[in-house]
């Protein structure tokens, strides 16, 4: 399925022209409408002279997402929309790749791309269901957002709140339209250096037009949550997520966050996978101040099990690695710091620095190590006529026994505007 400029502009017309026949206050009244301008220059350097030795993009992109409300009855129905559009504004030769923009046959960027998502929904009591291209965030997937435009899925969700502090959640994909992409393609198993992960038939096994999840969370106490997901990647892999978050009060400004998550993922007839991933992030927090400390540890035969293109459920994914290869330990440290306590509101700041090693290369070879280190400073605009805009600057290094070492810059500036 192919997106088009065409598509998005006949979607923003029909959801208009629902509104405006809409006789339900509820459905005018609960929609809403931005739409986002982003900005991103994107620069990484691979610190040497072989093969391509930079990655260097400048794109802009929009994003309009529309969701209404529903109409009156024991069932009422409505619509989401999310709208993309983004153009290249510098692609230097021979340093395409970055994933902002969607690649062409000689190895550069295309100069634009767009892309519509459209999904029906119905809601009974405290009961929605979803059906169409949509963004995921839970334990078993999560859409990645971290280039220029989003990664959609097309499926359905239904997620459950019948119970007081109860969230249950279900869902179906057969398709995904990935960030640097125009169109819907089968999943998916992200393959990664040295994840161990292989396929029976080869690499063209590594496809598949079915994703299935089924989880939830429940609230134990007021500061006890319990999170819990089984999921399927068709004949890839089945994963049993756990999750367990607490937050212990400890005075005034003042608080002890434990974060716990383990994975269990084994193979489901094509691939190897065979992966226990154990991680824990504990961060106390002081006034302005965050500091935290993280650890996660692999084990079994391959590297942890996830859909490609995705961000993994995993305490120590990061900005540019997941140190989750074949058997890697690694450890983590951070530091946040908000500056609205020092007469500053909206500048923030974060730095961590993690680290792992034990990463099995095989047979007569050394354990594998690799390191990386991320700042980021942001600064949203509060008052005048840049209030929300928002400016991003994040960098990481990232040095390694067994790959290229990295130097990365990524600048983006963005602005949400209300229409709705």
């Known amino acids: 399925m192919r997106k088009t400029s065409l598509a998005l502009a006949v979607a923003?017309?029909?959801?208009?022209?629902?509104?405006?026949?809409?006789?339900?206050a509820d459905f005018i009244g609960d929609s809403t409408a931005t739409l986002e301008a982003r900005n991103f220059y994107f620069n990484r350097d691979f610190r040497e002279d072989a093969g391509q030795n930079k990655r260097e993009e400048w794109a802009q992109g929009f994003i309009l997402r529309a969701n209404s409300g529903f109409t009156d009855g024991t069932v009422g129905f409505g619509a989401d929309a999310i709208g993309m559009f983004g153009f290249k504004l510098d692609s230097g030769d021979g340093t395409a790749g970055s994933d902002l923009l969607v690649p062409d046959r000689s190895g550069g960027s295309q100069d634009n791309y767009s892309g519509l998502a459209v999904a029906a929904k119905a809601k009974v009591?405290?009961?929605t269901l979803r059906v169409g291209q949509m963004q995921f965030k839970n334990q078993a997937i999560a859409s990645s957002d971290g280039r220029l435009l989003p990664q959609i899925f097309r499926g359905g969700n239904l997620v459950s709140q019948e119970i007081d502090g109860l969230t249950l959640d279900a869902g179906y994909l057969d398709e995904v339209n990935?960030?640097?992409?125009?169109?819907?393609?089968d999943m998916t198993l992200n393959t990664y250096t040295h994840s161990g992960i292989s396929f029976k038939g080869g690499n063209s096994a590594n496809n598949a037009n079915e994703f299935v999840f089924a989880g939830g969370s429940y609230k134990l106490t007021k500061d006890l949550t319990a999170g819990y997901y089984y999921s399927n990647l068709e004949d890839l892999y089945k994963q049993h997520s756990f999750n367990l978050v607490h937050v212990l009060p400890l005075g005034d400004k003042q608080s002890l966050k434990t974060d716990v998550r383990y994975a269990r993922s084994t193979d489901d007839g094509l691939s190897n996978v065979d992966n226990k991933a154990f991680g824990a992030m504990v961060t106390y927090s002081l006034s302005a101040h965050?500091?935290?400390?993280?650890?996660?540890k692999m084990s079994g035969d391959t590297g942890?099990?996830?859909?490609?293109g995705t961000?993994?459920?995993?305490?120590?994914?990061?900005?540019?690695?997941?140190?989750?290869?074949?058997?890697?330990?690694?450890y983590q440290a951070r530091y946040d710091f908000d500056f609205a306590s020092v007469g500053v509101p909206g500048l923030t700041f974060m730095t961590r620095f993690l680290t792992g090693d034990n990463i099995d290369r095989g047979r007569n070879v050394s354990e594998g190590k690799e390191r990386e280190r991320n700042t980021e400073l942001m600064y949203v605009f509060q008052e005048g006529a840049l209030k929300n805009l928002g400016v991003r600057w994040r960098n990481a290094t990232v040095r390694n026994n067994f790959s290229r070492d990295i130097d990365e810059n990524r600048l983006i500036v963005s602005y949400t505007l209300p229409l709705l």
Not at 12 to 21: F, K, P
Not at 313 to 330: C, M, P, R, T, W
């Open 12 to 24: 923003a017309s029909t959801l208009g022209l629902s509104l405006s026949q809409a006789a339900h």
């Open 125 to 127: 009591s405290n009961s």
């Open 178 to 185: 990935n960030r640097n992409s125009q169109d819907y393609e």
């Open 290 to 296: 965050k500091f935290g400390l993280g650890y996660q």
């Open 304 to 308: 942890f099990a996830y859909v490609g």
């Open 311 to 330: 961000d993994p459920f995993l305490v120590n994914y990061v900005q540019i690695g997941n140190f989750a290869a074949k058997d890697e330990k690694s």
